[in-house]
């Protein structure tokens, strides 16, 4: 079983940054794949961005792409998403996941651990 906890949520202005985190409690995420997700009031949970249990293969959303960055570091415990030049339609609650395996997937379905959640709002 793996628990993830995210943590670095908040509230910024518009055109600011946050940087997310995402540990493991419990076995250590290593030697898994993470993604992020963020789900918006009244919207469906949408995919942000993947990378694998190296580091090497990443991937994100158009949506994010040029502003945000997914990184792991040598420990590869935590996982980070850098998010950078933030808008208003970027607030949502930001999950992080992990299928369990190494290889990243861009398939909600089958990301088989979840963590609680972290609001993230950008004001105007």
């Known amino acids: 079983q793996v628990q993830l906890v995210e943590s670095g949520g908040g509230l910024v202005q518009a055109g600011g940054s946050l940087r997310l985190s995402c540990a493991a409690s419990?076995?250590?995420?290593?030697?898994?794949?993470v993604g992020w997700f963020r789900q918006a009031p009244g919207k469906e949970r949408e995919f942000v961005a993947a990378i694998d249990w190296s580091g090497v293969d990443t991937y994100l959303a158009d949506s994010v792409q040029g502003r945000f960055t997914i990184s792991r570091d040598t420990a590869k415990n935590p996982v980070y998403l850098q998010m950078t030049v933030l808008q208003p339609e970027d607030t949502a609650v930001y999950y992080c996941?992990?299928?369990?395996?190494?290889?990243?997937?861009?398939?909600?379905?089958?990301?088989?651990?979840w963590g609680q959640g972290t609001q993230v709002t950008v004001s105007s």
């Open positions: 996941a992990s299928s369990g395996r190494g290889t990243m997937t861009l398939q909600r379905y089958e990301y088989a651990y």
């Open positions: 419990g076995p250590r995420l290593r030697s898994y794949d």
